[in-house]
């Protein structure tokens, strides 16, 4: 009985192992850069039966290093990248991987959780928590009672970069912050942003809340999927009306905090901004990601973080989207 025992567990320990050596009919091979930096994407073409598979990531820019560009200056920001989503080619990158604050970037990652799982028609009740007192951060106004939809609360997240409607969308869409904020975690983590980690759904600094430049580039090319996320941050002006807890209205208007949309600073010739996500914090520093197109509408993702300062920063942006031809 102990030898038959024996025979057996040597078979099954023979077809497992042939099993994992690829032996059979269905072999498939995938081969990765072991060397590059740690990211969902660095997978590239496998294949099955012989025949060669395009890898899953193959209509994604991949940054594998930093890559430079003619005379262009970034030496004043910590991170940047340029990416071109028709060719699929990164045009600039440095220090794409660094864990960094985002500042209001996070915004970005909220507004996708919400449009991904909320309705802009959804009716919104702001709580106490809405009342932010830290120093610098940038409110509306909403206060406790206050009632608006998700679509104006979008707004007010994304063009004014507004704390306390991050606060009230990611009570609506979560139930709670913490919860909203592993719904973040969550959906980063499925679109390959590995190397980021959410806190809270605004960008106030907090060390356990950061990104890294590609991260940001991923998240943002998802929210882009949404047509409210790009008429959003395409908006320069914004005015609207919303309710207290009476029921009275309360009208707001706001301008964008993107220079390119409100007049304070001009693309290259031949490249059109058509918006993005402004952040500035004291340990964030500038950071700003964007969509711009060429003459043929072609679309370009660029990110820089953590510049010394907001000039500055656009300053560098606008040398670097010379890259666009």
Known sequence: MKCIN?????????????????????QYAMKYNRNSPVSAYNFSEGTVNGSVCEGYAADLCVVTGDVSGNNIDTTRAEAALLCDENS??????????????PASLTKVMTALVALKYGN????????????????????????PGDKMTLSQALYCLLIPSGNDAAIMIAEHIGGS??????????????????GCHFVNPHGLTDEAHYVTAYDIYLIFREAMKYDAFVEVISTPVYTTVYYDREGMPKEYTCENTNYYLNGNKQAPQGVTVIGGKTGTTNAAKSCLVLLSKDTSANPYISVIMKCDERGILYDEMTDMLGLIK
């Open 6 to 26: 024996k025979k057996l567990t040597c078979c099954l320990i023979l077809i497992t192992c042939l099993l994992l050596s690829g032996c059979g009919q269905n």
């Open 88 to 101: 699929s080619e990164v045009l600039y990158s440095k220090n794409a991987f660094v864990q960094l604050h």
């Open 177 to 194: 912050v913490e919860s909203f904020c592993d719904m973040m975690n969550k959906e980063a983590q499925a679109i390959g942003a590995t």
């Open 120 to 143: 802009l028609d959804d009716e919104l009740v702001a709580s106490s928590n809405v009342e932010i007192t830290e120093s610098g951060a940038t409110l509306v106004g909403i206060k």
